[in-house]
């Protein structure tokens, strides 16, 4: 499996970037795709995730109403956009797969079983 995340870039406080996570190595049905991000001096911290399968979707509590998941099965693409983007924001975006079966299984980074190098977001203020 393997996870190509891109769209990253410098946006005002206030702006918007959508971010996309290309899949590849096998099919997905059984998998929760996940986006995270790791500020400078922080730990990784969940953002949201969409069930491949069914589209169901699971936001942090600091994302609902700003940002939105998709995905795309034809192209085994997974969408994050991001709608009046925060300086506290900024930090490295991370998507990631978890072979779950398709069962959503919370919001730990360790639950994920692959992870892409990353795109950064830098919010200006």
């Known amino acids: 499996v393997q996870l190509q995340a891109s769209g990253g870039g410098l946006v005002q406080a206030g702006g918007s970037l959508r971010l996309s996570c290309a899949a590849s190595?096998?099919?997905?049905?059984?998998?929760?795709m996940g986006w995270f991000r790791q500020a400078p001096g922080k730990e990784r911290e969940f953002v949201l995730a969409i069930n491949w399968s069914g589209g169901s979707t699971y936001y942090a509590d600091s994302a609902k109403g700003r940002f939105t998941v998709s995905r795309d099965k034809a192209k085994n693409m997974v969408y994050l956009q991001m709608n009046s983007l925060k300086p506290e924001g900024t930090a490295v975006y991370y998507c990631?797969?978890?072979?779950?079966?398709?069962?959503?299984?919370?919001?730990?980074?360790?639950?994920?079983?692959?992870w892409g190098q990353g795109t950064q977001v830098t919010v200006s203020s």
């Open positions: 190595g096998r099919t997905f049905n059984n998998y929760v």
């Open positions: 990631a797969a978890d072979r779950s079966g398709g069962s959503y299984r919370g919001k730990d980074a360790g639950l994920y079983d692959y």
